[in-house]
């Protein structure tokens, strides 16, 4: 598991609602009440959100225990 995930080249990713490219774009993320801002892929037309399985295992794990503990 890659500590640092590039998503500066979308790698082909499609919206699998509309079909176009996804494109790199601030997302807000919240969890337990707390909101911070992250670079994700998402749709342009739909916004839909692709967040990577290391990430979701990785550092937002790593975000949510912390969250939880406080």
């Known amino acids: ?5 590039d998503l500066s080249t979308n790698a082909g990713w499609l919206c699998d609602n509309c079909g176009i490219p996804l494109v790199l774009g601030k997302v807000d993320v919240s969890y337990l009440g707390n909101s ?3 670079d994700l892929l998402k749709c342009p037309k739909c916004d839909l959100v692709m967040i990577p399985e290391e990430l979701a295992l990785g550092k937002m794990l790593e ?4 969250l939880e503990d406080k």
Request: glycine share 8%; proline share 8%.
């Open 36 to 38: 911070f801002p992250v």
């Open 63 to 66: 975000v949510e225990k912390g």
């Open 1 to 5: 598991m890659s500590e640092y995930i």
